[in-house]
């Protein structure tokens, strides 16, 4: 069955260091791949996707996204975290018609 | 820029009562969404609009239904609201004319029933 996972509940980075959020999904069929981010009371705002070609998308707020199809993981990257990006982020994956697999989110903690 | 509106943020009902939930998007998708988020599970789909009057279940359709008369909107029905119901619910829509369109959100309805 299709799923997407994201191993850690919660990151917690110091202001300026880099931050990873990681992100697996299965390995049947080859999913369209989405990073989005949701701040207090707020809806989920979208950030990057991955289509096809390069491995490494670039997304809103300075975000990336590296695919990695061996190891079936989309994880996104900052090269300098922001207090501001202090927030809950999901990956979601996309395998057909309209049906989309969430991960069950990571919060990342940005402290100054 | 793609705006989605709930018609609450804040809800409080009571057991047994019928709630009704309202999600409009200005941008003419045709795929609207309801999904309910709780902590530690992330978005689990309640149901999905492909086009007017067109549904499908998502995983976890018992206890909810849906109505899309008119392509803006998309309302989620709770027929008699249950404690375990308490819940955010976040509504998206998308334009289904490319495969790997994003979804877009709206604020969320933040449900309490007691």
């Known amino acids: 069955a299709q799923s997407v996972a994201q191993p850690e509940d919660q990151v917690n980075v110091a202001e300026g260091n880099p931050l990873t959020v990681k992100c697996t999904y299965s390995v049947s069929g080859n999913p369209y791949l989405f990073w989005y981010v949701q701040y207090p009371n707020r809806g989920l705002q979208f950030l990057l996707k991955y289509i096809t070609g390069d491995n490494l998308v670039k997304g809103s707020y300075g975000f990336e996204a590296e695919f990695n199809k061996s190891q079936t993981s989309f994880h996104l990257k900052k090269p300098s975290a922001l207090v501001s990006d202090s927030a809950l982020y999901f990956c979601a994956a996309k395998y057909n018609f309209n049906k989309f697999y969430f991960g069950s989110g990571t919060k990342l903690n940005v402290k100054p | 820029d793609v705006k989605v509106t709930q018609s609450s943020r804040y809800l409080v009902k009571r057991t047994g009562e019928k709630v009704f939930l309202e999600c409009v998007q200005d941008m003419d998708h045709e795929n609207m969404f309801w999904y309910r988020q709780d902590p530690g599970l992330g978005l689990r789909l309640i149901y999905f609009s492909y086009d007017v009057k067109m549904k499908e279940k998502g995983d976890i359709p018992e206890g909810y239904s849906v109505s899309r008369e008119k392509k803006e909107r998309f309302s989620l029905i709770l027929e008699s609201a249950s404690t375990n119901q308490t819940s955010m619910y976040l509504c998206?829509?998308?334009?289904?004319?490319?495969?790997?369109?994003?979804?877009?959100f709206g604020p969320g309805t933040r449900l309490t029933v007691l």
């Open positions: 998206a829509s998308r334009d289904n004319r490319s495969p790997y369109n994003e979804q877009f």
